[in-house]
């Protein structure tokens, strides 16, 4: 099984402000993937409670 995920962001009052979201969710997006990874491989035990 494949899962994607895309995130589209548009129309950001400044530089500033679309630069510092990029910045978290691109950061945000890669610990999303090794989370997603890791559960699918170890299964929902691996998985830490929220």
Not at 22 to 50: N, V
Request: net charge positive; proline share 4%.
């Amino acid at each position: 099984m494949c899962t994607e995920l895309t995130l589209v962001a548009t129309n950001f009052p400044t530089l500033i402000i679309f630069k510092h979201l990029e910045f978290y969710w691109a950061r945000t997006l890669r610990i999303l993937k090794q989370y997603a990874e890791r559960y699918d491989r170890l299964g929902s035990e691996a998985a830490p409670s929220i």
